[in-house]
T-cell receptor
Framework: DTGVSQDPRHKITKRGQNVTFRCDPISEHNRLYWYRQTLGQGPEFLTY????????KSRLLSDRFSAERPKGSFSTLEIQRTEQGDSAMYLC??????????????FGAGSRLTVL | GQQLNQSPQSMFIQEGEDVSMNCTSSSIFNTWLWYKQEPGEGPVLLIALYKAGELTSNGRLTAQFGITRKDSFLNISASIPSDVGIYFC????????????????FGQGTILTVHP
């Protein structure tokens, strides 16, 4: 296992377009998280899944943001009708379900979005 | 918004010097995590702390879980150029229960620059 994989690493799009990011977590981790990081700030929690269930989505930034994890393996984060303020690094992370490591996120390299 | 305050915001040091940085919160945390992020990459875990007063080392890095549970400290000894990056503290959302593992709040980071 090579860790958490994210694709694409970079995406440049025009305002109003839809974008989708994919995350493949560590295979034995059943929890998957999406965070957003803007320049000069720490990562900010968006949503997370336990297996295929999305356990919290109240922190998604607007109804233009949605995430899925249909088979409990990879996940996608979609942003519809992108705005310039959506420009950021979108980070995916995973953890095992319980035990002392349950708060220890393993992050992917991120998907950087630039909205023109 | 962010609930963790990191200090200093940035540091410029000479190779070989020791580094100290800290993180404070108005809320009690039961876990403290220290991550390092390099340009264009996701954060990488350095040290995890689980108990008030705990002192843990990882090579030249040492971190401490403050006795009040509202602060943590990270020290780097004998810095080298590859220590360059942004150092983040993080902890689980205050008052988050067991079902909320992995929902972390991050500080704004300490930017470290090491001059050869």
């Amino acid at each position: 296992d090579t860790g958490v994989s994210q694709d694409p690493r970079h995406k440049i799009t025009k305002r109003g377009q839809n974008v989708t990011f994919r995350c493949d977590p560590i295979s034995e981790h059943n929890r998957l998280y999406w965070y957003r990081q803007t320049l000069g700030q720490g990562p900010e929690f968006l949503t997370y899944f336990q297996n295929e269930a999305q356990l919290e989505k109240s922190r998604l930034l607007s109804d233009r943001f949605s995430a899925e994890r249909p088979k409990g393996s990879f996940s996608t984060l979609e942003i519809q009708r992108t705005e310039q303020g959506d420009s950021a690094m979108y980070l995916c992370a995973s953890t095992p379900r319980g035990g002392p490591g349950a708060n220890v996120l393993t992050f992917g390299a991120g998907s950087r979005l630039t909205v023109l | 918004g962010q609930q963790l305050n990191q200090s200093p915001q940035s540091m410029f040091i000479q190779e070989g010097e020791d580094v100290s940085m800290n993180c404070t919160s108005s809320s009690i945390f039961n876990t403290w995590l220290w991550y390092k992020q390099e340009p264009g990459e996701g954060p990488v875990l350095l040290i995890a702390l689980y108990k008030a007063g705990e002192l843990t080392s990882n090579g030249r890095l040492t971190a401490q879980f403050g006795i009040t549970r509202k602060d943590s400290f990270l020290n780097i000894s004998a810095s080298i150029p590859s220590d360059v990056g942004i150092y983040f503290c993080a902890g689980p959302f205050p008052n988050a229960g067991g079902t909320s593992y992995g929902k972390l709040t991050f500080g704004q980071g300490t930017i470290l620059t090491v001059h050869p």
